[in-house]
Structures are given as C-alpha cells and as structure tokens.
C-alpha cells in the first residue's frame, strides 16, 4: 500500500521534468493556437464581422413602438349613470391619457450610401482576414527560425564538444612520450593549450542550446521547466528557383499587396461616399397611433395611421461638401503612390532573399568538400601521429580544422534552410498552413 502511494506522489514530483516531441509544424500549429496576438487577430475578424452586420442592417426598415400614459390634474365633472337626473354630478381630481404608437421606416434612397457602406464594410472585413493570415505567417516564420536556431545550436555544441574531446585525447596521449623524453615540455604544454582553448567554445554552444530552447518555448507557449525534443533535422534537399518567376508569385501573394489593393478599392469607395452628399435622402414611413383616457367608459379609443413619402436635402452646407470629396480624392491618390511604393520594395525584398539563397547554396557545396576533406586530412593525421611522422601538435591543429569546418558547414546549412523559410515568406506562401519542408 505504502508502495502504491509513492507510485501516485511519485510523477507530482517529477512533473517539472516533462518533455515534449516536436516536429516543424507540429511548433507552428502549437503557437497559433496559444499565442495572445493571434486570438487579438481573430476578435478584430469578429468586430468586421459585426460592423458588416451593422452596415447590411441599415437597408432593411426600422420599427419603433411607443407607450405614453399622461396624468391629466385638471377637475372633471361627469353624470353618475346609476343615479337619478336629480343626483349631483361626480367629480374627478384627475384623468389618465394613454396613446401607442407605432412607426415603420424605409429607407427608398440614400444616394447611395447604404450600398457603399455595406460594400465598404466587406472591404474591411477582408482587410481584417489579410492582416489576421499575415500574423499568421510572420508568427510561423518566427517559429521555423527559432526551431531551426535550437537545431543548429545543438549541432554546434555536438560538433564543440567532439572537437574538446579530441584535443583532450591529444594531450593525453602526448604524456606518454613526455615521460619517456620523445617530447618536450612545450610540446606537452602546447596540447594542453589547444585543448584549453576549446573549452569555452563548448560551454559557450551549450549555453547557446539552452538560450535558444528558452526562446522557443517563449513563442511556443511552453513552460520553461519542460523540455522539447526536436524531432526534425536539417538537410539540403536543392530546389530549383527562378527570380522571375518568384518576383510574379509575390505580387500576387503577398497579404501586403491584397490589402493595398483593399485599401485602393476602399479609397474609391470614399470619394464615392463623399460625392453620395451631394444626393437627397428619401424614405418611406408608416405610422399608426391609438388613444384614449378612463373617462372613456363607453366609447372606442381613438386610432389614425399615416402613410408618408419623406425627402431631405441639405441646399448650402458651407462648401463642406466640395471640400471632403477633394479630400477623399488626395487620399485615394496617396493610396495609389503607396501601391506602386509597396511593390518596388516587395521586388527588392524577393530579390535579396533570392541572391542569399543562392550564396547559401553555394556556400553548402564549398564547405561539403572542405568537411571531406578534414575529415581525411585527420584520418590521415591520426596514422602518422602514431607512426611518429608528425608531431602532437600537428595532429591536433589538423584536428581543430575538422571541427571548424563542420561548425561552418552547419552554418551554411542553416542559412540555406533558413533562406528557403524567407524565399516562402517573401513569396506570400503560406507557412502554416502546409508547415516547413526541409
């Protein structure tokens, strides 16, 4: 029984340490659903949703019902119809008046208003579903980075770690022939050296995997005190790119030129709205009314209704009316600078992504053969160093140079993946919505 209670206590112990498997997209669908900005994003969605109810809402008739009961303090002076023609009068200190009404009202012309303000209302509604998609993607990119990041970090310290080892191994090899006089002091003191100087180099990766953990799960929602498993890795799967053709795609994409566009239909519509002033309004009302006091004991309450055609028309406002439509139009004109504006630094924005895309490419290729190539030159060295051909410290530099150069290669790495992220990005592809190809 004890057993079985320490069985339950046991995991609220150890809760602290729980771990989590992580893919790519598994992050990105964990930030959208916990991240404040986005749940921000999808309330302004629901706002525009209401603010086009509102707007639909105004071409459909209005009702209004009124009740009115007045007390009248006025002496009123009646026959008692249950007593005798000779039976004094009744007299009354007060009345009560009651009237209802009730009052329907359609709109027939605005001059145009209505229309424009539910079309309007629309635009915004899609302005608000672009910007909420463009959160979205910058968030998603935001993840794939710091993933991609806490996976290169933990490369770098793997790759930090093997190479102090191997520096260590050096040295300790190289007591050996000191004390048998194959070697000097310096030779021994110098291994000692190298190896030294490549230890803050491995505390300093392993802090950078920890820093970079922290960062992920600030985006991701998580709590400090669990621990992610990465479960992707970094690969160089080449992909075929044409900067025209890239150039296209964002244009078209891109959530910055839909809403532009948006904004350019909207500023249309205003000067439209602006001109709608110089219109009359014209309505359609239907009123009906019932009214009647306590007095009237035997007779019906009274009721009228009314049909009426209304117009209004402002005949001279000041010049307000020619100023906000040349308001509108300066507005609608700034608009159109800006798209032009917005797709020259879009261009520039694909292009300079496309060109650290190919450098990155091109980077991979020349530190894949360096890698190689350390990678015999220290096979090589390991063999002569035993056979006394080379020297401890030889050995060991040719050593150190492998691991820079699989340090660079990762870095290399990392940026072509990242560049393809930002080429994605740029583009106007979505992020999350198909999660990150490696």
Do not use: C
């Amino acid at each position: 029984m004890k057993i079985y209670r320490l069985l339950l206590v046991l995991p609220m112990l150890l809760g602290a340490q729980t771990q989590m498997d992580l893919s790519i997209e598994e992050s990105v669908q964990l930030a959208l659903e916990r991240n404040p900005n986005i749940k921000i994003a999808q309330e302004k969605v629901r706002d525009a949703q209401q603010s086009l109810y509102q707007a639909m809402g105004s071409a459909l008739p209005s009702v209004s019902l009124q009740g009115t009961r007045i007390t009248d303090e006025k002496v009123q002076v009646i026959q008692n119809p249950f007593a005798g023609p000779a039976a004094p009068p009744l007299e009354l200190d007060f009345t009560m008046d009651y009237q209802y009404d009730i009052r329907v009202t359609q709109p027939l012309f605005t001059g145009g208003k209505i229309a424009l303000g539910t079309l309007m209302a629309r635009k915004g509604l899609d302005m608000i579903q672009s910007q909420q998609e463009q959160e979205k993607n910058n968030l998603s990119f935001n993840v794939i980075q710091a993933y991609l990041g806490m996976l290169v970090t933990k490369e770098f310290a793997s790759v930090a770690d093997e190479g102090y080892n191997t520096a260590q191994e050096f040295y300790e090899i190289s007591e050996l022939p000191y004390g048998q006089g194959m070697i000097s002091k310096l030779d021994l003191l110098q291994a000692e050296v190298q190896a030294a100087n490549l230890l803050p180099q491995k505390t300093q990766a392993e802090n950078g995997v920890t820093m970079a953990a922290a960062g992920l799960k600030m985006l991701l929602g998580i709590e400090s005190e669990t621990n992610i498993e990465l479960t992707d890795v970094m690969t160089y799967n080449p992909g075929e790119y044409n900067l025209d053709q890239l150039k296209t795609e964002a244009l078209m994409n891109r959530a910055e030129i839909q809403q532009m566009s948006l904004s350019k239909s909207l500023s249309s519509l205003n000067v439209n709205m602006a001109r709608s002033n110089f219109l009359p309004m014209v309505a359609l009302s239907y009123s009906y009314s019932k009214s009647g006091n306590d007095l009237d004991l035997y007779s019906e309450w009274n009721d009228s209704y009314m049909v009426a055609v209304g117009m209004s028309y402002d005949l001279f406002v000041g010049g307000t009316r020619y100023s906000k439509v040349r308001q509108a139009q300066i507005a609608k004109r700034q608009v159109d600078y800006g798209y032009e504006a917005l797709k020259d630094g879009i261009l520039l924005e694909v292009e300079q992504v496309y060109l650290r895309l190919m450098e990155a490419e091109k980077n991979i290729l020349s530190q894949e053969k360096t890698v190689g190539q350390a990678e015999e030159a220290a096979r090589l060295a390991k063999i002569q160093f035993r056979e006394g051909t080379i020297t401890n410290l030889q050995a060991n530099q040719i050593q150190i140079n492998l691991t820079v150069a699989k340090a660079n290669y990762l870095q290399a790495l990392f940026n072509y993946t990242l560049a393809e992220a930002s080429i994605k990005k740029v583009i106007g592809e979505s992020l999350h919505k198909q999660g990150a190809q490696n």
